[in-house]
């Protein structure tokens, strides 16, 4: 089956610093990757969709400024917290889809605590 | 805009008892259904999907579920409940007609198995 990794699976930053988040497909090329953010016994809230060679798009409500994301292969997206705050730590999760494969595979996820 | 409700926050049931999660949703035209799991700190795995055809399903670990249009509804079911199956679970929703990408999830149902 299709996988998905996510790379660091735990993070721990002190205020003010950025944190990078690297989410790969092993086996397939995703021509779709999606970032979301999930709140402690929360369900998953889409923060953006990422197109391999250009800008990702952002859901309302999400600073693009402060979620920096970059697809620039077909098996690499990353999500850069810029200047993180207490506030953003968070778990994170990727997801991919390759083509009009109609099924998202998710990464195991990222877990960001800012001190 | 879509919505997927899942009224059960917590479910226990005793290993080897049948389960049932409810998932209704809101949706205009015919959705993509899905359902995953996550384990606790873990990504998301694909359990079933539905887009159109027969509208019971089958999917992977024993699960199934049933599209009911009239209802808005796709319950989760599982005759026989394993200890392994403690977990989130999740129904989400995409739009019909494409990839599987912009998904809203549902708040999550945590299952809880005893022994």
């Known amino acids: 089956g299709a996988v998905v990794s996510q790379h660091p699976s735990w993070v721990i930053c002190k205020s003010g610093t950025s944190v990078k988040i690297e989410c790969r497909s092993l086996?397939?090329?995703?021509?779709?990757m999606f970032w979301y953010r999930q709140f402690p016994k929360q369900s998953l809230m889409l923060m953006a969709t990422s197109n391999e060679g250009s800008k990702a798009t952002y859901e309302q409500g999400v600073e693009k400024d402060k979620f920096l994301i970059n697809h620039a292969s077909l098996t690499l997206s990353t999500l850069t917290v810029t200047s993180a705050h207490p506030e953003d730590s968070s778990f994170y999760i990727c997801?991919?889809?390759?083509?009009?494969?109609?099924?998202?595979?998710f990464g195991p996820g990222t877990r960001l605590l800012v001190l | 805009a879509q919505s997927v409700t899942q009224p059960d926050i917590h479910i226990t049931v005793s290993e080897g008892a049948s389960l049932e999660l409810r998932c209704n949703y809101s949706y205009g035209a015919t959705p993509y259904l899905f359902w995953y799991v996550q384990s606790p700190g873990q990504g998301l795995q694909l359990l079933l999907k539905?887009?159109?055809?027969?509208?019971l399903v089958q999917g992977i670990k024993g699960f199934e579920a049933e599209f009911k249009r009239s209802q808005s509804s796709f319950n989760l079911r599982k005759p026989s409940v394993h200890w392994s199956d403690a977990a989130e679970y999740f129904c989400a929703v995409g739009p019909s007609g494409g990839t599987a990408s912009k998904l809203t999830f549902g708040t999550g149902t945590r299952l809880q198995v005893t022994l």
């Open positions: 086996d397939f090329q995703a021509t779709t």
């Open positions: 997801s991919a889809i390759s083509g009009r494969v109609e099924t998202q595979y």
């Open positions: 539905y887009f159109s055809g027969d509208t």
